[in-house]
T-cell receptor
Framework: DAMVIQNPRYQVTQFGKPVTLSCSQTLNHNVMYWYQQKSSQAPKLLFHYYDKDFNNEADTPDNFQSRRPNTSFCFLDIRSPGLGDAAMYLC?????????????FGNGTRLTVT | AQRVTQPEKLLSVFKGAPVELKCNYSYSGSPELFWYVQYSRQRLQLLLRHISRESIKGFTADLNKGETSFHLKKPFAQEEDSAMYYCALSGDDYKLSFGAGTTVTVRA
């Protein structure tokens, strides 16, 4: 009954080799988020979509891109992964923005860069 | 800018003892505060939010604007409370900022 599904759970890529992480949801939520979480650090918001409107955080590197082809799917593309991009990537959804719409998280994808 | 600080990375308590997880924040506006929890091998999920003023699984948290704190408390810890706990803040732009988390271990 998983509602926010991230694939794969573990992803290994080579330095500089483009990689795509995927997230799907069965909640029909309007908002989808991507967070990056490095070891022992807080999850950091990279960007989010409200429906088709893309909202990038000011300090998200250009190396990170996202696509949301429809309500259910959202992708995180890392164009040229560096060693510093190794992290857990969390996808989350919410029905709306605002405090009455809590975030629903996926299990995350752990990215290793070799 | 908004910031959430959880000063304790690790917290270990005995079963039946009280547990308090500290959370301090900085934000110039009127924040909304949350606690999220991640149990072993499970996804991050909402535990409680201050606007609801509710007790969830025996946990409560009070927003203290004077001290800019939102500490999470439970009077009698249980083994199933062992988890990673994240304090989070939502500001006027509704974006959620997380603290670095506190790992709680409840020992029998």
């Amino acid at each position: 009954d998983a509602m926010v599904i991230q694939n794969p759970r573990y992803q290994v890529t080579q330095f500089g080799k483009p990689v795509t992480l995927s997230c799907s949801q069965t909640l029909n939520h309007n908002v989808m988020y991507w967070y990056q979480q490095k070891s022992s650090q807080a999850p950091k918001l990279l960007f989010h979509y409200y429906d088709k409107d893309f909202n990038n955080e000011a300090d998200t590197p250009d190396n990170f891109q996202s696509r949301r082809p429809n309500t259910s799917f959202c992708f995180l593309d890392i164009r040229s992964p560096g060693l510093g991009d190794a992290a857990m990537y969390l996808c989350a959804t919410s029905r709306e923005t605002g405090v009455n719409s809590p975030l629903h998280f996926g299990n995350g994808t752990r990215l290793t860069v070799t | 800018a908004q910031r959430v600080t959880q000063p304790e990375k690790l917290l270990s308590v005995f079963k039946g003892a009280p547990v308090e997880l500290k959370c301090n924040y900085s934000y110039s506006g009127s924040p909304e505060l949350f606690w999220y929890v991640q149990y072993s091998r499970q996804r991050l999920q909402l535990l409680l939010r201050h606007i609801s003023r509710e007790s969830i699984k025996g946990f409560t948290a009070d927003l203290n604007k004077g001290e800019t704190s939102f500490h999470l408390k439970k009077p009698f810890a249980q083994e199933e409370d062992s988890a990673m706990y994240y304090c989070a803040l939502s500001g006027d732009d509704y974006k959620l900022s997380f603290g670095a988390g506190t790992t709680v271990t409840v020992r029998a």
